[in-house]
């Protein structure tokens, strides 16, 4: 009796998974941004920078985590470029800006061992880009002298092409 009710199972949930691998689509279809549109959210992040007294590296990420756009202010910090493209990859690849990010991975935290996966960067500045109900990509920006002023300018940027986005 038990052999007929687990064959009877069995049969189910094959049957199951057959319709629901029979109901997905083969393709799908994803938005990005042009490098124009990445262009126009680092320059706008530089200048309210720029304007708040602040030398950064800007980085805009597409929504796969690839690098669209890269720039460093004269002054900014070598270290900078590279920063502000963890952040923003961060952002994209956790879908959570990474001001969130850094509470949640906090050591003693159960996600603290996230931290030490490559290119991780658990600290603020780094920004998803969404519009419309879509993820279109990252901003990360590196060298304010904390992450919320980093967020700040990562803000303006986004603000700066949303309307873009959005049509």
Not at 22 to 49: D, V
Not at 74 to 81: L, N
Not at 120 to 141: C, D, P, Q, R, S
């Amino acid at each position: 009796m038990i052999k007929f009710f687990k064959g009877i199972l069995l049969v189910a949930l094959a049957s199951t998974f057959n319709v629901n691998a029979q109901a997905a689509e083969a393709s799908y279809s994803i938005k990005l941004m042009t490098p124009e549109t990445a262009l126009k959210a680092a320059l706008a992040t530089l200048k309210k920078c720029r304007d708040s007294g602040y030398q950064v590296g800007v980085a805009i990420v597409d929504r796969t985590g690839q690098t669209q756009v890269v720039l460093r202010d004269r002054f900014a910090g070598m270290h900078t470029p590279s920063a502000a493209v963890d952040k923003a990859w961060t952002a994209v690849s956790f879908k959570t800006n990474t001001t969130e990010f850094a509470q949640a991975t906090q050591a003693g935290k159960p996600s603290s061992g996230i931290r030490q996966i490559p290119r991780v960067l658990a600290i603020g500045g780094g920004m998803m880009i969404e519009a419309g109900g879509n993820l279109y990509g990252g901003i990360g920006v590196s060298g304010a002298p904390t992450g919320e002023m980093d967020d700040m300018c990562a803000k303006a940027g986004i603000a700066a092409i949303t309307e873009d986005l959005e049509m």
